[in-house]
């Protein structure tokens, strides 16, 4: 399975945008780059994901590295509501129906912490 | 209107006992998915299934048997419960078997006395 390196634990300011790193040096040209996160007594919360290109949406940016070994999940305003921890995981798209190749493997992840 | 929907939300029980865990979605998806988060928090797939059909097991020992009684349920029995079986378990769906994004459930505490 393909890896990925998160740092464990980050911080930043309510209301301040944050950039949260994800290192995948032996990335497959077939996998996807997924983030969830995992609010405190919650279950996981899909956030974005990307292939290649940089992707947007309501909650997220994803910017993804040229190379592709890396990306960064970009939080446009850090709320209170935004402490979790935050996973990057490298998802094959299964071509096979039941196959378990894009089965989503968590990581540690990042602890993320936002001070008002 | 909760998506994915688990109970109990606790369950506390003795070794050797038998218990079930109930999953229902209401938004109208195909795949389903049972996870297990240890203590030291990894979450990791035990099975899918697509359409009550089973597509992942993931060499869970053969004491969990999970049920689709139909696409909007998946449902975790458990027999002759052990302590490591303790953890927190979620149920989770996607649109489809390509399981893009999964929709997770709030979780089952499972403590195992």
């Known amino acids: 399975d393909a890896k990925t390196t998160q740092p464990n634990s980050m911080e930043s300011n309510e209301e301040e945008p944050v950039h949260l790193p994800c290192n995948h040096s032996?990335?497959?040209?077939?996998?996807?780059i997924h983030w969830y996160r995992q609010l405190p007594s919650q279950g996981p919360e899909y956030v974005i994901h990307?292939?290649?290109s940089n992707v947007n949406n309501r909650m997220a940016s994803l910017a993804i590295a040229e190379d592709r070994k890396s990306s960064t999940l970009i939080l446009h305003r850090a709320t209170l509501r935004d402490a979790a921890v935050y996973y990057c995981?490298?998802?094959?798209?299964?071509?096979?129906?039941?196959?378990?190749?894009?089965?989503?493997?968590f990581g540690k992840g990042t602890k993320l912490s936002v001070k008002p | 209107d909760t998506a994915v929907s688990q109970t109990p939300k606790y369950l506390v029980t003795q070794m050797g006992n038998d218990k079930s865990i109930k999953c229902e979605q209401n938004?109208?998806?195909?795949?389903m998915y049972w996870y297990k988060q240890d203590s030291k928090k990894f979450l990791k797939i035990m099975f899918s299934?697509?359409?009550?059909?089973?597509?992942i097991n993931e060499t869970v020992p053969n004491r969990f048997s999970p049920k689709s009684p139909d696409k909007a349920h998946l449902n975790l029995h458990i027999n002759s419960l052990e302590l490591g079986d303790s953890a927190v378990y979620f149920c989770?769906?996607?649109?489809?078997?390509?399981?893009?994004?999964?929709?997770f459930g709030p979780g089952t505490r499972l403590t195992v006395l």
């Open positions: 995981i490298l998802r094959v798209k299964p071509m096979n129906y039941g196959g378990s190749q894009g089965n989503l493997i």
């Open positions: 989770a769906s996607s649109q489809d078997w390509s399981g893009n994004e999964q929709f």
């Open positions: 990307g292939l290649t």
């Open positions: 299934y697509n359409n009550k059909e089973l597509i």
């Open positions: 938004l109208g998806h195909d795949t």
């Open positions: 032996t990335i497959s040209g077939t996998d996807y």
